[in-house]
């Protein structure tokens, strides 16, 4: 059962577009979370991360996080072509052993010219 | 930046051969991990360790041993490949003691079992 639930699977949008990416789990222990992104080819790259309810901004990325509905999501502005890559949410319990991170399948973006 | 390192970046292997994949990290962290990654699946954990000469299993052992010799080597060993083992392997490095856990990734092995 997976425990981190992704979607959409895939998005495309246009060059200057808005993309957006969501992220549900199924786990109350899940407190802190993270976006990664994987260009083809390559190894996961984190992205951001968000331990508070509300919304975080890095540049032309926003993350928004509601611990009550155990929703998380991601918002990308501007989306330029080198966006393209796949998206994934992660999330670890608090006191979690090892460091360990819970992946979601992920969403593929293909951003068009 | 975190540096990590995996060697071979492809391989290709008979089944019910051994097979080993190694990783090395100059980034001082305690802890180490393996994941594999299929299509639909995204990244699931098999071994991780947080101090040397110690793993644990993660969430799909079966199939797979690590080993971590020291701090900044960890590998992987499919003791008799198969077919369904056949996936891109991924290893990665956290610091405890750094904001979150941020886990820092290598560029990935190809495995393919034939």
């Known amino acids: 059962q997976q425990k981190v639930q992704q979607s959409p699977e895939s998005l495309s949008v246009p060059e200057g577009g808005m993309a957006s990416f969501n992220c549900t789990s199924s786990?109350?222990?899940?407190?802190y979370f993270w976006w990664y992104r994987q260009h083809s080819g390559e190894g996961p790259k984190a992205l951001m991360?968000?331990?508070?309810?509300g919304d975080k901004k890095e540049g032309r990325f926003t993350a928004h996080l509601n611990k009550a509905s155990l929703h998380v999501s991601l918002h990308i502005r501007d989306s330029q072509p080198s966006d393209s890559a796949l998206y994934f949410c992660?999330?670890?319990?608090?006191?979690?052993?090892?460091?360990?991170?819970?992946f979601g399948t992920g969403t593929l973006l293909s951003v068009k010219p | 930046e975190a540096a990590v390192t995996q060697s071979p970046r492809s391989k290709v292997a008979v089944t019910g051969g051994k097979v080993t994949l190694s990783c090395h990290q100059t980034?001082?962290?305690?802890?180490m991990y393996w994941y594999r990654q299929d299509t639909g699946h995204g990244l699931r954990l098999i071994h991780y360790?947080?101090?040397?000469?110690?793993?644990e299993k993660g969430d799909i052992p079966d199939g797979y041993k690590a080993s971590r010799p020291s701090q900044e080597n960890f590998s992987l060993i499919l003791e008799l490949a198969s077919l369904s083992q056949t996936a891109v392997y991924f290893c990665?490095?956290?610091?405890?003691?750094?904001?979150?856990?941020?886990?820092?990734f290598g560029p990935g092995t190809r495995l393919t079992v034939l």
């Open positions: 786990d109350r222990n899940f407190q």
């Open positions: 992660a999330a670890r319990s608090y006191g979690g052993s090892g460091n360990k991170l819970i």
């Open positions: 991360s968000i331990f508070s309810d």
């Open positions: 360790s947080y101090v040397a000469d110690s793993t």
């Open positions: 990665a490095s956290s610091d405890p003691t750094g904001e979150g856990y941020e886990q820092y």
């Open positions: 980034n001082n962290h305690d802890y």
